[in-house]
């Protein structure tokens, strides 16, 4: 399975950006859908995830700000990412998984079988 993210950027402190991405196979086949980010030297984190039938589950430092969705139709999920700072600076990949995990390692990049391959977002004046 491949997933092809995109909509990246540089952008500055208080901006917004959308990402997208796509998945080939429908994205029915999965039962959850998220955003991991990296930052240089510091551990990939879960952002955002998505189940089917759970709420979205955010990290803490971006709830309010940013926003998951998914549409099936166009086998696309989406971030959308408000009052951007610059500690949301890092490479941000796309993952799914396609059986239900627990609430509490939902944010776990080891949780997610399929990856995209990352798209740079910097927030900088």
């Known amino acids: 399975v491949q997933l092809q993210a995109s909509g990246g950027g540089l952008v500055q402190p208080g901006g917004s950006l959308r990402l997208s991405c796509t998945f080939p196979g429908g994205a029915a086949d999965f039962y959850h859908i998220g955003w991991f980010r990296q930052a240089p030297e510091k551990e990939r984190e879960g952002v955002a995830i998505?189940?089917?039938?759970?709420?979205?589950l955010y990290l803490n430092s971006v709830k309010g700000r940013f926003t998951i969705s998914r549409d099936t139709a166009k086998n696309t999920m989406y971030l959308q990412m408000n009052d951007l700072a610059p500690e949301d600076t890092a490479v941000y990949y796309c993952?799914?998984?396609?059986?239900?995990?627990?609430?509490?390692?939902?944010?776990?990049?080891?949780?997610?079988?399929?990856w995209g391959q990352g798209t740079q977002v910097t927030v900088s004046s």
């Open positions: 993952a799914t998984r396609k059986v239900r995990v627990v609430l509490s390692a939902r944010l776990s990049a080891a949780q997610y079988d399929f």
């Open positions: 998505h189940g089917k039938h759970d709420p979205p």
